[in-house]
């Protein structure tokens, strides 16, 4: 193994490391543009030069790989007057209209010119006026004044997606990024140009000019939308509404960006997964119980749903649908309850739509798809049950599960769809980002899904209306009080959970033991 | 005495581009006796003995550059030897010469480098506007095809080469020998990093060699007389052979002169170009080896036009594009005309490039137009120094290099330019000459 000297540090690193990822691997950030762990090298922006001895010039850390004996230095003299350079050629041609950006407070100009600049710039002359919010897709504007020509974007399509819808045009200080004559930015992962572009140059459309980014509440989550279960960070609005003077907290979604697991999703994530939350604040909620057609008490339809559960779990005509989407907390909850009732078949509902693709996009759109089935197993369509219990979660009609006229169904789900116009009894719970849990993803890989915001209306984890139900039916029901004890039991009674715990799962999540092997 | 023509023998000759007057004046005899009697290697080696160095500009030694290429050839991956008839340094128009009046000689040096280093297919990559040259070489292509010193089965041997032209679109940039091969690949023509160098991973990823067309048109007579001969031309051990001087500016005769390596530049401008244009006007300024390197003031041209004397004055050899300067010359006009140069011809890739280049030319324009201010000297140099060295190709390089030479060694007519809003008091460009 090469042994370097990194501003007077001796490590010993892997071959072939860069000089870059050998800073990083101690925790020492390079700054750096074009740069980007999931993308070929450019070396184009020069950001990242640093101080080799021997060598008669800078090099890039970003390329150059470090060698037995090399001395390297980052943060000299030589070094940082070159990136004060970098930083004022960066910036001549730039328009600083921060204020107006949505990328300023995450950008990598205000950082690094910050970081690195000098504070004032010597450039008296006229900026370019280059196009402004030019719409190249269907969710991605560019600025081309702002961009500073990192090229990872054209990477990106290049090396990801392999659609080759941008490229530069022109040449020296009018070179500018672009799309192909007759193409438009519209591949199923075009968002991911949005998180890749450093600067404010690529806007999401559905984010633009909603927020400033230092009002988002950000948590870790799992994606909901299929069953890849791609790693993200959930921003959720924390700004008071100006328009109102109630001083409500906005407290939704704004905004899904992938986060970083080489196991499931490596950087990326499909643009239609990263819209979810569109689609679901799109959807009517159902925010208060119902019980036959009428608004009621959360009381009055946990005890309806009990006395209509437990007598048909006594007559054996009782039958469950699960959605695929629900966290493996929620069904196991429901599973004890459906036992402790009388039992039936649990059905998992299938989701599928379009084809895998061979990036991320899974047919399979139940997101614990793997987890619930493990549960409640491979039940069929309870077509023979006469009251019908559905934990829905699905956002299509074409989705929703057919249940034969005339069934009783006690409906316990975030939306108003489907199954929950025709219930007996319905009862609000929270939505994916609104409850904590476990997914199980294709791969067989446990991952943890954590609330990002406060549910709606009188909406409540799925997993706690089971044990309300439980309670009301006259039944023992278990002392679960947060979904972590929810999942201590899961793990000890469904053995393709054991040994998972929420510490466990950490932020990247474990392979699930009903994966050993497999 | 006149120094023999070596390069240039065919030049003028009637009936130059024929491969029959090529063949009538000993053509094809050298790679004749290459692939007759030579190994690659043995042709390498005395490339090597002969101390070629390449004539674009780098003036790296040949046949150590051809040395650099695997012995054998993998199946898979081809041999590419790539000639960079690019020709689009300001001041040169050497290679054009060649090309369009003895185009057999350019092929023959070429078909000897790919010889050397086993290559299967040759690409002579040209400037696009040189259509004239195109043509002479295209044509001369099927006359040496059909008479097997190209093609299959080369003089009757094993050894097969193809010969491919293939003209470029118009950008300075494509002379950069990376760059070159993106846009050979059909891509932008954008440098590449190094390493792998072109040798190891060239043109679609294979091992390459790329040299100047009048490198190649050399070796012919290397291969013929032999590297003691070639030794003997010039000033040896290392700035050896014939060489083409492009001359241009401000005298009487401008051309390209061929004379040895080593061709003191007052007899340049003084003898072979007949003096200063016009008698009055005395010498200021001459840029000698293309608008790259750094400027020589008139008390600094009592030089040798080879790399190592150039060097020692803190400029370069670079293509031999000899500009003359006079004293109704301005400074500041000429330097704002070669900073657009490179401002037009950056190709965008790398930030100090892309946008130094543009900041200097606005700033030079400025200054030039009256609008100069005082802090506009120093910030040229800061600009440049910045861009120095920063850059992946070396285009960064060439317009920082006369930029700092220009301020540093003119700066008296850069200050009254900002001072009095207009040339230097006495420059002729003052009376509207310029």
């Known amino acids: ?518 | 005495m006149p120094a023999e023509r070596i390069l240039t023998r065919n030049v003028g000759r009637p009936d130059s581009t024929a491969l029959a007057s090529y063949e009538a004046n000993g053509g094809y005899q050298a790679l004749r006796k290459a692939v007759g009697s030579m190994t690659p290697d043995g042709l390498t080696e005395e490339v090597k003995k002969s101390g070629l160095r390449g004539r674009g500009g780098a003036g790296f030694p040949t046949g150590l550059k051809w040395s650099f290429m695997p012995k054998e050839v993998d199946p898979k991956r081809p041999h590419y030897f790539l000639i960079n008839a690019d020709e689009s340094e300001p001041g040169t128009f050497k290679d054009r010469l060649l090309m369009e009046k003895d185009p057999h000689l350019v092929l023959e040096g070429t078909l000897l480098g790919a010889y050397a280093i086993r290559a299967s297919v040759a690409y002579i990559y040209i400037r696009g506007e040189f259509v004239h040259a195109t043509q002479v070489l295209e044509r001369a292509i099927e006359e040496a095809v059909a008479k097997r010193y190209a093609g299959k089965n080369i003089l009757g041997g094993a050894w097969s080469c193809e010969l491919v032209v293939h003209r470029g679109a118009g950008a300075y940039i494509c002379g950069e020998e990376t760059a070159l091969m993106s846009s050979l690949e059909g891509d932008r023509g954008y440098p590449r990093l190094k390493p792998p160098f072109p040798a190891a991973s060239g043109v679609w990823k294979c091992p390459t060699t790329i040299n100047n067309v009048e490198t190649v048109a050399n070796v012919p007579f290397i291969v013929e007389r032999g590297a003691d001969w070639f030794q003997s031309v010039g000033k040896a051990p290392k700035n050896t052979g014939p060489k083409l001087y492009c001359l241009s500016g401000h005298v009487r005769r401008p051309g390209v002169y061929e004379a040895p390596l080593g061709l003191p530049m007052k007899e340049l401008i003084h003898e072979l170009g007949g003096g200063m244009l016009h008698a009055d006007r005395p010498l200021k300024a001459v840029i000698p080896g293309g608008s790259s390197v750094p400027v020589l003031r008139a008390d600094e041209c009592d030089v040798d036009l080879d790399f190592d004397s150039l060097m020692a004055k803190g400029t370069m050899l670079g293509s031999a594009g000899i500009m003359v300067m006079d004293a109704s010359t301005c400074m500041v006009a000429a330097m704002a005309r070669i900073a657009h140069f490179y401002y037009h011809e950056s190709c965008g890739q790398c930030t100090p490039c892309r946008e130094g280049c543009g900041w200097l030319e606005r700033i030079l324009n400025r200054i030039e137009g009256g609008k100069g201010l005082q802090q506009d000297l120093d910030l040229l140099l800061s600009i440049s120094d910045n861009i120095m060295g920063n850059t992946i190709c070396a285009l960064g390089d060439a317009a920082a290099m006369p930029t700092i030479s220009f301020v540093k060694k003119f700066r008296d007519e850069f200050q009254h330019h900002v001072d009095h809003k207009s040339c230097l008091t006495g420059t002729l460009a003052l009376q509207g000459v310029r």
């Not at chain 1, 101690?26 to 950001?47: K, T, V």
């Not at chain 1, 909901?224 to 791609?230: L, N, P, S, V, Y």
């Open chain 1, 1 to 518: 193994m090469p042994k370097v000297t990194i501003d007077g540090h001796e490590m010993e690193v892997a071959p072939g490391t860069t000089i870059l990822q050998a800073c990083l691997s101690r925790g020492h950030e390079i700054p750096h543009y074009c740069y980007h762990d999931g993308l070929s090298i450019a070396g184009n922006c020069r950001m990242c030069l640093v101080d080799v001895e021997k060598q008669p010039k800078l090099v890039i850390g970003c390329y150059t790989p470090v060698a037995d004996g090399m001395v390297v230095h980052t943060e000299n003299e030589k070094v940082k007057k070159a990136r004060a350079a970098m930083m004022e050629f960066f910036l001549i041609n730039h328009p600083l209209d921060c204020p107006i950006c949505d990328q300023a407070g995450e950008c990598r100009l205000q950082e690094y010119a910050v970081e690195h600049g000098t504070g004032v710039s010597r450039y008296t002359e006229p900026k370019l006026a280059l196009a402004k919010a030019v719409d190249i897709g269907a969710h991605v504007t560019l600025d081309q004044e702002r961009c500073i020509q990192c090229s990872r974007c054209i990477r990106f399509c290049d090396e990801i997606t392999k659609t080759g819808e941008l490229g530069f045009f022109q040449r020296g200080e009018r070179s500018q990024i672009g799309i192909f004559p007759g193409k438009r930015l519209d591949n199923p992962y075009s968002g991911n140009v949005v998180d890749l572009c450093p600067v404010g140059a690529l806007t999401l459309k559905e984010f633009r000019f909603q927020t400033r980014v230092w009002y988002l509440r950000n948590t870790s989550t799992i994606c909901a939308g299929c069953a890849r279960g791609c790693n993200v960070v959930v921003g959720v609005g924390q700004q008071q509404t100006m328009m109102t003077t109630s001083g409500q907290i906005d407290d939704r979604i704004k905004r899904i960006v992938p986060r970083v697991n080489t196991e499931v999703n490596d950087w990326w994530i499909c643009d239609e997964g990263r819209l979810t939350y569109l689609r679901e604040q799109g959807s009517r909620r159902l925010v208060t119980s119902v019980v036959s057609g009428s608004a009621a008490t959360y009381d009055a339809a946990v005890a309806k749903a009990a006395e209509l559960l437990a007598a048909a779990g006594k007559a054996g005509t009782l039958g469950a649908i699960v959605s695929p989407r629900l966290v493996s907390e929620d069904v196991f909850a429901w599973k004890t309850a459906l036992d402790a009732l009388g039992g039936g078949p649990i059905h998992v509902h299938e989701l599928t739509r379009g084809e895998d693709d061979d990036l991320l996009i899974r047919a399979d759109k139940g997101a614990n798809s793997t987890g619930a089935a493990w549960i409640a197993g491979k039940g069929k369509a309870p077509v023979a049950a006469k009251t019908l219990l559905v934990l829905g979660d699905t956002l299509d009609a074409a989705d929703n599960p057919g249940v034969p006229a005339g069934t009783e169904i006690v409906y316990v789900g975030p939306f108003v769809m489907g199954a929950s116009r025709e219930a007996a009894v319905a009862i609000p719970s929270a939505s994916w980002s609104e409850a904590g849990g476990t997914f199980v993803n294709f791969q067989g890989r446990a991952q943890r899904v954590r609330r990002c915001h406060l549910p709606v209306g009188e909406a409540r984890p799925s997993w706690r209306i089971a044990l309300d139900v439980l309670a009301a039916a006259g039944a023992v029901a278990p002392a679960w009080s947060s979904e972590d004890d929810v999942l201590a039991a899961l793990a000890a009674k469904v053995p393709e959970f054991s040994g998972i715990t929420t510490e466990s799962l950490g932020l990247l999540g474990v392979p699930a033991r009903g994966t050993v092997g497999a």
